[in-house]
């Protein structure tokens, strides 16, 4: 499999690893945003997060709980932004799902969420919007 991150969990290409368990893999990112910068990969490949079965979302977002609550105490931070880029529109590069783990801090002038993108389109029809989404459950 020609995939970077398969290729980490394979050990052929080095990384700094940081906690493993029988279904995923976390370990260092190389271009950290923070210190402590962490990415949490499924050991199985599937490109996109909306492309995974729920009971693997589940066994991947058990272990991202646990590896943020590990990075928070032992460097003694109080929070962290853990998300996805989900294709490539939304800023994703390596095409196989991975859960970036970026601690927090104080005096480190980031933002949130509402920092990624800022074109939130007409919203004098949330209802109407919410009821066009609804239909896709
Ligand atoms: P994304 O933009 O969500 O696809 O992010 C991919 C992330 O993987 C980036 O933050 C990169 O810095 C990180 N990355 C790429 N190659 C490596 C590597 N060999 N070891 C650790 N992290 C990497
Ligand atoms: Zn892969």
Redesign the pocket.
Known sequence: MDC??CK?IAGE????KVYEDEFVYA???????SRG?T?VIPKIHIERFTEMAPEDVGRLFRSVSQVARGIEQILSIHGSNIG??NGEVA?????HV?V?IIPRREDDNGGSMHSIVNMPGDTSDLEELADVIRGAF
């Not at 370990?27 to 945003?33: G, K, Q, R, S, V």
């Not at 800023?91 to 095409?95: E, F």
């Open positions: 970077l991150f980490i290409i080095p990384s700094y370990f260092l990112d190389i271009n950290p945003t910068h990415v996805i880029n800023g994703q590069i390596v095409p991975h970036h």
